[in-house]
């Protein structure tokens, strides 16, 4: 009998303690994870073995130039190359800047002009995504290309010299897609001047790229850039061109 008039009691209690309610758990801090940053910066060295084939005049006198990629090594005097590359939402903005030192005997006739040739070119872009999805990227850009060229020319017994620089508009697009196995396809082409400056400017690069890591990557392809310029009795209608090898640093 004592049984059971113990459980009604433990019933009641039961009752009684459910609707005081059960003691409260602590809700979980929820927890903010930092935010990726969008911003993207990409950095390169590069190689441009540049042969360069067309015509140049100083003071009305012109000299027809045709060096050989394969002849640059022991034309080249110096050179210094590189770009820097930031985007942000879409949006980006491409420093490409490329130094270089040539000389070389030009055979004129029954003469040999010593050429000397010291050019910058500085290619000042702004990028747009156009299209990306994982295996394809699509950009256009447009901008300046900047140059600065000083040529000297030594034809016995004269020796003529220019120094020249001129800001040419330029737009143009680019794509890059992968092959698989780490390996992808990047290619880029752009066309300016319109007059302004120089009567036609453009470039054209093919290129085959690894990846060696998300960050790391090298290419290697080929190259061309076209110029044609004329101020007075200075012309340069000449085209660069030759493989390219570089490495690419992404963060």
């Given at each position: 009998?004592?049984?059971?008039?113990?459980?009604?009691?433990?019933?009641?209690l039961s009752l009684s303690y459910a609707m005081a309610g059960s003691p409260s758990i602590p809700e979980k801090t929820p927890i903010t994870l930092p935010k990726v940053s969008e911003w993207q910066v990409r950095t390169a060295l590069y190689g441009w073995a540049q042969g360069l084939d067309g015509d140049i005049a100083v003071k009305g006198i012109a000299a027809p130039v045709d060096i050989g990629f394969n002849?640059?090594?022991?034309?080249?005097?110096?050179?210094?190359?590189?770009?820097?590359?930031?985007?942000?939402?879409?949006?980006?903005?491409?420093?490409?800047?490329?130094?270089?030192?040539?000389?070389?005997?030009?055979?004129?006739?029954?003469?040999?002009?010593?050429?000397?040739?010291?050019?910058?070119?500085?290619?000042?872009?702004?990028?747009?995504?156009?299209?990306?999805?994982?295996?394809?990227?699509?950009?256009?850009?447009?901008?300046?290309?900047?140059?600065?060229?000083?040529?000297?020319?030594?034809?016995?017994?004269?020796?003529?010299?220019?120094?020249?620089?001129?800001?040419?508009?330029?737009?143009?697009?680019?794509?890059?897609?992968?092959?698989?196995?780490?390996?992808?396809?990047?290619?880029?082409?752009?066309?300016?001047?319109?007059?302004?400056?120089?009567?036609?400017?453009?470039?054209?690069?093919?290129?085959?790229?690894?990846?060696?890591?998300?960050?790391?990557?090298?290419?290697?392809?080929?190259?061309?850039?076209?110029?044609?310029?004329?101020?007075?009795?200075?012309?340069?209608?000449?085209?660069?061109?030759?493989?390219?090898?570089?490495?690419?640093?992404?963060?």
């Amino acid at each position: 009998m004592k049984t059971k008039s113990l459980i009604p009691s433990i019933l009641a209690l039961s009752l009684s303690y459910a609707m005081a309610g059960s003691p409260s758990i602590p809700e979980k801090t929820p927890i903010t994870l930092p935010k990726v940053s969008e911003w993207q910066v990409r950095t390169a060295l590069y190689g441009w073995a540049q042969g360069l084939d067309g015509d140049i005049a100083v003071k009305g006198i012109a000299a027809p130039v045709d060096i050989g990629f394969n002849e640059i090594l022991g034309n080249l005097d110096i050179a210094a190359m590189g770009l820097v590359e930031i985007n942000h939402g879409g949006w980006g903005f491409l420093a490409d800047f490329n130094y270089a030192k040539i000389s070389d005997q030009i055979p004129t006739g029954n003469v040999a002009v010593d050429f000397e040739e010291k050019q910058f070119v500085g290619n000042f872009f702004v990028t747009y995504e156009a299209f990306q999805n994982e295996t394809f990227k699509f950009d256009v850009f447009g901008g300046v290309r900047v140059n600065w060229l000083e040529v000297n020319l030594a034809l016995p017994p004269n020796s003529l010299s220019a120094d020249k620089s001129w800001v040419d508009p330029v737009i143009g697009a680019r794509f890059q897609a992968e092959l698989g196995h780490s390996f992808f396809f990047r290619a880029l082409c752009d066309v300016g001047g319109f007059g302004i400056s120089s009567d036609m400017t453009w470039q054209a690069l093919a290129a085959v790229g690894y990846q060696f890591n998300r960050s790391c990557s090298a290419i290697i392809g080929y190259r061309a850039l076209g110029t044609d310029y004329t101020d007075g009795g200075f012309t340069y209608d000449v085209v660069a061109s030759g493989p390219v090898i570089g490495l690419q640093y992404n963060f």
